[in-house]
């Protein structure tokens, strides 16, 4: 999830009954705003028709892995099938489902319109929270039936990572107690910054070989959870479930956490931190430097790359011609990015032996982090891990690495673009997705999708629409929608899913005008009094 929030965890209100009942029981017992027939006419609104960042002349900009293009082809027409996030708190922290009757109320309404099935997180926090090898599959055992009575499919996401503390996260949902327990012996088992900062969200990719979780290494950890979950549900893969989307980092995607909200550490659109400073990261720092014949490249991150909220030109390190560039900062980034590919290969060779051959396919998501794109460091995606710049593609490598391993591409902010961003921030989720189009398309990958943001209006959807052709690299195989929430049976906004939902199986035609004026104005967290102080300065720049 590049900056994926999560909407509120509450369903739809229905009055309460003693059974939940399928899809055919009850679907005369719902009634939703009335729907005209989809025109595949979706067009953007404006949230504030008053506030537009128009972007600077494209001539100006750094050419960065070439231009976006409005040319469209005729012949992409693939149906796209859309699934649904369903809320953080679906299984709830007893580990039963949460609100049944209103699940089974909403997945009926989603089958009615159109929807291919829903995705839901497999918290590792809720389902080995008793201890060691102790699984509690409940509360998703429900959840499995009740999809499959209302026939609809499942992606599953093994989410070995904690819920709170990033954008949008609606609920707190902890590592397993017997996990923190060892973190609390050994603090450097988590991430950590220059300062010391420690991250308990996700465990450090520097200690995934050693036995350091009760006499279990984490891959060992991961792999034994996996196999849990297949041995559980080997009756339903392939019919019911789907799709297992393995996480290898925080929030589900393979990266590092170098932007936490939690706390007010990180705000859009600052450049992040390096999270290589726990005992494991800093030994295997100190030893690629020494196998370099450099031990003095080894003795800690770059001293020059700033802070958390800083911009890339406030730094020695990302700035224009910053030493991100030269022999060090080269040998740097390939060792940080290198370590997060290894952690994901590890993983994904794990799961690729437990599911291959049960009929789900599996995938894995990375994030799509679109600020400071539009400048030769990439300064926000060289501290997630991707070794992404002006003269290098970070994408291809861990296209490659899916691909060997058989897994779907999922990428975050297609419904994002470059129009709605301002300025300041040097974006570019438009080309960030075209680029990860043509990596996926070079290496002969799947790609997937997700919107990074909560987004209901036309403009959100035509978007993706317009991403999820073949026109410029890979088409979308599938894509999810970011999420399920009261808010989305509004009557404009339920009208608007519906449309999109007949629109992406009819493969994405509809296309958006190559001038759109109606720009959005929903970038994350930086609406702020400040800007309708600039708003006349923004537009005329």
């Keep these: ?115 291919e099935g829903v995705m839901v997180d497999c918290w590792w926090g809720l389902v080995e929270k008793d201890g060691p090898l102790k699984y509690n599959w409940e509360g998703y055992d429900e959840l499995v039936k009740m999809v499959q009575a209302n026939g609809l499919k499942l992606q599953v996401v093994m989410s070995f990572h904690r819920c709170g503390g990033n954008v949008g996260d609606s609920c707190s949902i902890p590592l397993p107690p017997w996990v923190l327990e060892e973190i609390s012996k050994n603090p450097d088992l988590v991430y950590t910054d220059r300062s010391g900062r420690r991250n308990p969200e996700y465990i450090s990719l520097g200690c995934d070989q050693l036995p350091v979780l009760r006499g279990r290494t984490p891959i060992q950890v991961y792999t034994d959870y996996m196999r849990s979950f297949r041995e559980r549900f080997k009756n339903y893969f392939g019919d019911v479930i789907v799709e297992i989307q393995v996480g290898m980092g925080p929030c ?145 490598p861990i296209a ?55 987004r209901y209006d036309g403009g959100g959807y035509a978007q993706v629409l317009s991403t999820s052709r073949a026109d410029s690299g890979n088409g979308l195989s599938a894509f999810t929608y970011l999420r399920l929430n009261k808010r989305l049976f509004e009557p404009e906004n339920w009208r608007n899913l519906v449309e999109f939902v007949k629109n992406m199986s009819e493969g994405g035609n509809t296309r958006l005008p190559e001038c759109d004026s109606t720009r959005t104005n929903l970038y994350v967290r930086f609406v702020k009094k400040s800007h309708e102080k600039k708003t006349a300065e923004a537009a005329v720049v």
């Excluded at 705003?33 to 900009?61: G, I, W, Y």
């Excluded at 974006?427 to 997705?433: A, D, K, T, Y």
């Design 252 to 396: 589900g995607e393979l990266r590092y956490p170098s932007y936490p909200e939690s706390n007010g550490t990180w705000r859009f659109p600052g450049i992040g931190e390096f999270q290589c400073y726990d005992k494991y990261m800093k030994a295997s720092l100190a030893a690629s430097a020494r196998a370099m014949g450099n031990e003095s490249w080894g003795r800690g991150g770059p001293h020059d790359s700033g802070q958390y909220n800083q911009f890339p030109e406030d730094t020695g390190f990302f700035k224009r011609d910053g030493t991100w560039s030269n022999e060090y900062g080269q040998f740097f980034l390939e060792w940080y990015s290198g370590k997060l590919l290894e952690h994901g290969d590890r993983i994904l060779s794990s799961a690729e032996g437990i599911f291959k051959g049960t009929g789900a396919k599996l995938s894995g998501k990375v994030a799509g982090i679109h600020w400071h794109y539009n400048t030769r460091s990439h300064a926000a995606e060289l501290t997630a891990g991707y070794y992404n710049t002006r003269n290098r593609d970070g994408y291809l």
């Design 400 to 454: 490659r690495m899916f691909a060997k391993r058989g897994v779907v591409f999922n990428f975050t902010c297609m419904e994002m673009r470059d129009g709605e961003q301002p300025q300041q921030a040097n974006c570019s989720p438009e080309g960030l997705v075209r680029q990860v189009k043509n990596a996926t398309r070079i290496v002969g990958v799947e790609l997937a999708g997700e919107n990074a943001l909560e």
């Design 1 to 115: 999830m590049a900056l994926t929030p999560c909407s509120s965890t509450s369903f739809i209100n229905k009055k309460e009954r003693k059974n939940y009942k399928t899809h055919d029981d009850i679907s005369s017992m719902i009634c939703f705003a009335k729907t005209n027939p989809p025109s595949c006419n979706l067009k953007a609104k404006s949230s504030n028709e008053d506030v537009q960042f128009l972007a600077p002349n494209m001539e100006e900009k750094e050419k960065l892995h070439g231009l976006i293009s409005c040319t469209h082809s005729k012949n992409s027409s693939t149906k796209v099938p859309v699934f649904v996030m369903l809320p953080l708190d679906t299984i709830a922290i007893g580990g039963n489902l949460n609100k049944p009757r209103a699940m089974n109320a909403s997945l009926m309404a989603l089958k009615s319109a159109g929807v």
